[in-house]
């Protein structure tokens, strides 16, 4: 495969002009300033469990959300991508000492990893060795709700990065940082240390991430070292799609069109990076004890049950080589049906790779790469109709990154569309719980929750049903069910994550008009019509036969359910649509 050797800052990306800015004007104090005024609602949020008040503040207003929008707030990324430019001459300018630093996040992989390729170029040049880090934070887990099934692949995946990179003589350093404030301090502290004045890290999308990084920058620059950031996890860098206005797309089909039309033209957005080359011999002997150190298990705020952990290790095998492997089977055996097979959650009919897109084992440009070459033609929307079908999800995965980085509140808690900040949603715990545990009495849904509680994963149509049925049939705050997910997904990723559970309650970015409200039997019978599905996952409704199985009550045998407990329908369909529908109009002032 052709392999790129592109340094930092080829190609730029812009977002729109800022237009007022009094909302980060440092002179104000935060009580004077009316975009710093919490939402009214704010208390709310935090008595649900919506903002975690330990890490964060109260739930923005929505004018400050609105700010955001209006361009009147610089956003995050925007402040990252000045840092870098500011500082661009500076950095330039530094030259090596003793190493080069690449600090691993979200990129888990040697293979095609843009930021590990630069740093290792950069070290074979300046011919010193190449030193690779990664720093375990647990209060990092807990505020961004890392579920205990992902931290574990994440560190089952260090132990395989630890020998692949052991083979290069690339040493990984591994360290637990308990206060995540101190984690800035703590690299500038290994940097130092290990005489590094380069150190190469891959671009995240995250709020916390992109403030994080923007303050690294300088405080590395003011140290002598030189912090370069750069785009990897998207296929195409964000900011870099407008329309014809010259704003962000918020709107799928059009930026669709258009991030094909961009990757045509730019052919080098599928080419792949090199993986890092040998260090010399000596880094061995000269960080003998960085070889010898161990990957930490996990974190007691995330810890699981020996049965857990056997389970999970079996379901998700971890690492690179294992996404590799899974990436071109599925090429082989599965893709050309995909548009057919992917609504089907009884069968398997997807790819299962989400869990390596969310760690970086496996990197987006691989799979559509692999993905176009198993096709007649290299136009990404034409030929197969199964490959073109997987090659758009991909670029959903881009889309919600991109919506992330231009309208960051969405990670703040705040829904993409303002209005829908007003709806009176319910907060009733008894049913949260049911819909959790999977004993809602709609058996296409507990099936769905029992098998994200089992697997840490759950098939993509399911994930629709269950999040639509808890924001519209329960009524419940879609952010509670958002922060459940999260907290249970092996492939956990804040932007798709949010912006599936935006599309689903109609809160979010292009999402299904709130008048839509899914018919959990039509779904059920559509899509699992067997009722394979629900028999797996719910298997006290396995001896229920034809097509009971999607409404047992209803048609079943009501004493021999109760008998095999199980329960009756929390809440009816009819009532809860026309519910839904007033309440979401109350809301939107309709
Ligand atoms: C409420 C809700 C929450 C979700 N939360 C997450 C999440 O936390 N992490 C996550 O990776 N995906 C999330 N998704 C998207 C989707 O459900 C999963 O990506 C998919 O089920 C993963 O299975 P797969 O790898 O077999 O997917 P495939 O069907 O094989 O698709 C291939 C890849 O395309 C991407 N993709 C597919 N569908 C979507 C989509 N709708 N949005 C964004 N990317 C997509 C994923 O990276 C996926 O691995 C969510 C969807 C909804 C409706």
């Known amino acids: 495969m052709p392999s790129r050797t592109e340094t930092n800052g080829k190609r730029k990306a812009t977002f729109p002009p800022l237009l007022i800015t009094n909302g980060n004007s440092k002179k104000s104090k935060p009580n004077d300033d009316p975009l710093r005024q919490p939402h009214p609602k704010s208390q709310e949020s935090e008595d649900n469990g919506i903002v975690l008040r330990t890490y964060y503040p109260p739930e923005m207003s929505t004018e400050r959300a609105q700010a955001y929008k209006d361009n009147g707030l610089p956003r995050p990324i925007e402040l990252l991508r000045q840092k870098l430019e500011e500082t661009h001459a500076d950095r330039a300018r530094i030259e090596a000492k003793d190493s080069v630093v690449h600090w691993f996040k979200c990129d888990l992989r040697t293979e095609d990893n843009h930021a590990l390729h630069l740093a290792s170029q950069k070290a074979k040049g300046e011919k010193v060795p190449l030193i690779a880090m990664y720093i375990v934070s647990p209060q990092d887990f807990e505020a961004h709700l890392t579920a205990p099934v992902r931290v574990d692949f994440i560190l089952r995946t260090l132990e395989v990065l630890k020998e ?58 003011d140290k002598g070292i030189a912090m370069e950031v750069v785009s990897d996890t998207c296929i195409v860098r964000s900011g870099e799609l407008q329309t014809g206005s010259g704003n962000q797309y918020a709107v799928y089909t059009p930026w669709y069109r258009s991030w094909v039309a961009h990757v045509h033209s730019n052919p080098e957005c599928l080419e792949l990076y090199d993986s890092p080359t040998k260090n010399p011999a000596s880094a061995r002997k000269k960080y003998a004890d960085i070889f010898k150190s161990p990957i930490p298990d996990t974190p007691p705020n995330k810890s699981l049950t020996n049965e857990e952990k056997g389970r999970f290790r079996s379901m998700w095998p971890a690492g690179e080589h294992e996404a590799r492997e899974q990436l071109a089977k599925f090429a082989k055996e599965r893709i050309n049906n995909y548009d057919v097979s992917r609504n089907i959650p009884g069968e398997v009919g997807t790819s299962s790779l989400s869990v390596h897109f969310a760690s970086g084992t496996l990197s987006a440009r691989s799979a559509v790469r692999t993905a176009r070459d198993s096709n007649t033609t290299k136009k990404l929307d034409g030929g197969n109709q199964g490959i073109q079908t997987w090659i758009s999800e991909i670029a959903w995965r881009d889309f919600y990154k991109h919506v992330m980085a231009n309208w960051p509140f969405v990670c703040m808690n705040k829904p993409f569309k303002p209005e829908y900040a007003n709806i009176e949603w319910e907060y009733d715990k008894e049913n949260f719980q049911a819909w959790c545990e999977g004993r809602t009495g709609y058996p296409i849904v507990d099936a769905a929750m029992r098998q994200l509680n089992h697997c840490g994963w759950m098939h993509n149509r399911c994930r629709m049903i269950t999040a639509s049925f808890l924001a519209k049939h329960l009524l419940i705050d879609w952010r509670m069910g958002e922060r459940y997910f999260m907290e249970h997904l092996v492939d956990g990723d804040m932007a798709s994550n949010n912006g599936g559970w935006g599309w689903s309650a109609s809160t979010g970015v292009d999402p299904q008009p709130y008048f839509r409200i899914f018919n959990p039997l039509l779904q059920s019978e559509k899509f699992d019509s067997e009722g394979n599905y629900i028999r797996k996952w719910v298997p006290e409704l396995k001896t229920i036969k034809g097509k009971a199985i999607h409404e047992p009550y209803a048609s079943g045998d009501v004493k021999e359910l109760a008998k095999i407990g199980y329960p009756k329908r929390i809440v009816e369909h009819k009532f809860a649509r026309e519910r839904c529908l007033q309440r979401y109009k109350e809301g939107i002032g309709k």
């Open 164 to 221: 692949d990179l052991a083979k290069l003589d690339i040493p990984l350093y591994v360290e637990t940082v308990e206060n995540r404030k101190k984690i800035p301090a703590r690299i500038l502290e290994l940097l130092q240390e290990w005489g590094a004045r380069h150190v190469y890290v891959n671009e995240e999308y995250e709020v916390d991430e992109l403030r994080r990084e923007t303050v690294l920058v300088r405080a590395c620059l």
